[in-house]
């Protein structure tokens, strides 16, 4: 019998914080992931800190800036989009708000009850990514599990939707489907029903930044992958993302990243 539902390891990582790689730290396609730090603070480094305090970092993708690692252990959860539970909407909104509600990233601090829950979680989510019949079905239920902790842990911050929350949703769902073709944004204001001053409004408040902003990521994020891991030339690449003119695909490369196409591509297959 043919064996389905297999992990896929570049769609969900686990590491421990103190032998978290590199290759993954600086990757171009970290921004692609919802990331979720579950850590102490180590000895002597925040005397502020309970001794025995411990937090949940959560962190959005396409975030601004990366949380540090260096004065704290535990462990790393990253994975992409198909790990959540799109079908169940209210769920999915919760966990959006979730990582958003404190702007780039949230902070979680956790209670010793759900601590001891996560214990057992954890080891049940490393037993199945390490073995060889584990499957993507029993990672996304045992993930959707965590999540619904920290969901309950914050209820009182969804005890009313916030409907601007729920457009920002919205527009990430657009963005993601339309990105490569649809750059105006007379086009997201539309699909959402309201106006471009209100649409970068919302934007600025939830994600502080614009819509222009976000969109320039989005396309910056998948040329850097696409530079990275397909053999298409850059002119290529320009074209496939909708840019007319390779020369201005160039030059808007290196506006956003400080690099040329050429030098980001070569600086990248040395690491």
């Avoid at 769609?11 to 579950?38: G, T, V």
């Avoid at 800036?65 to 790990?83: C, H, N």
């Avoid at 086009?187 to 939830?206: C, D, H, P, T, W």
Wanted: hydrophobic share 40%; proline share 4%; aromatic share 14%.
């Amino acid at each position: 019998m043919k064996f389905t539902h297999r992990i896929d390891p570049e769609k969900f990582l686990i590491y421990q914080l103190n032998d978290c790689p590199e290759s993954y730290l600086q990757s171009a396609h970290r921004e692609e992931y919802f990331e979720m730090i579950w850590f102490r603070y180590k000895e002597n480094i925040n005397p502020q800190a309970p001794e025995e305090g411990q937090y949940v970092y959560l962190i959005p993708p396409y975030r601004a800036t990366p949380v540090s690692i260096k004065d704290k252990e535990g462990y790393l959860i990253a994975f992409k989009r198909d790990y959540l539970d799109e079908d169940d909407k209210e769920y999915a909104l919760d966990v959006f708000n979730l990582f958003n509600i404190q702007g780039q990233y949230s902070l979680i601090p956790l209670d010793v009850a759900t601590v001891g829950r996560f214990v057992h979680l954890y080891a049940l989510i490393k037993e199945e990514y390490g073995q060889p019949m584990g499957t993507y079905l029993v990672l996304k239920s045992l993930l959707k599990v965590f999540l619904l902790n920290l969901i309950r842990i914050n209820q009182k911050a969804f005890l009313n939707q916030d409907v601007n929350q729920k457009r920002v949703y919205q527009f990430i769902l657009l963005m993601d489907a339309h990105y490569e073709t649809e750059r105006k944004a007379s086009f997201y204001a539309g699909k959402l029903g309201i106006s471009v001053k209100r649409l970068n409004q919302i934007l600025l408040e939830k994600m502080h930044k614009t819509l222009t902003q976000l969109l320039h990521n989005r396309v910056i994020l998948e040329a850097k992958r696409r530079l990275i891991s397909s053999d298409h030339t850059i002119k290529e690449i320009a074209y496939q993302l909708n840019f007319e003119d390779p020369g201005y695909f160039s030059r808007f490369f290196k506006k956003q990243t400080g690099l040329s196409p050429e030098k980001f591509k070569a600086s990248a297959a040395l690491k």
